[in-house]
């Protein structure tokens, strides 16, 4: 049995802090749930054996209409890895259509994340 549990409360403190501590103060807006001005589609996993975790969030840079879903995976022993789940790009907007491409998006990260807890990812 695998020692991974999804974790459906707030996102982890630490995401925000380790991108952070890598990146720079300001650099992870899409982390901070403070400046959210509504529910994000997010989803976690934290390793109850170890202490690791690993989340797929959206993520955006200049452009924030334009976004993807990455993987931040959090070693035990301190750091963040980001881990890019193929194509998974949307535009963020109130239109059905982009609603439907960001689910569509979220859903092919999340079976990412699920094939690297299970230890299935392609190398």
Known sequence: MSAWRRYDSPLLPAF???FEERWGKG???FLDPEVQDQPMPRAQWINIDTGAALAVVPIW????????????YL????????????V???VESHHLEDIALRNDA????VGHARAFIAGTVDR
Request: proline share 11%; glycine share 10%.
């Open 75 to 86: 070693p035990p022993a301190g750091g963040i890895w980001l881990l890019r789940p193929g």
């Open 88 to 90: 998974t790009g949307y």
């Open 27 to 29: 650099s992870a807006p």
């Open 16 to 18: 925000h802090e380790r």
């Open 106 to 109: 979220f859903t092919k990260a």
């Open 61 to 72: 840079a200049d452009d924030d209409a334009h976004r993807t879903f990455a993987m931040f």
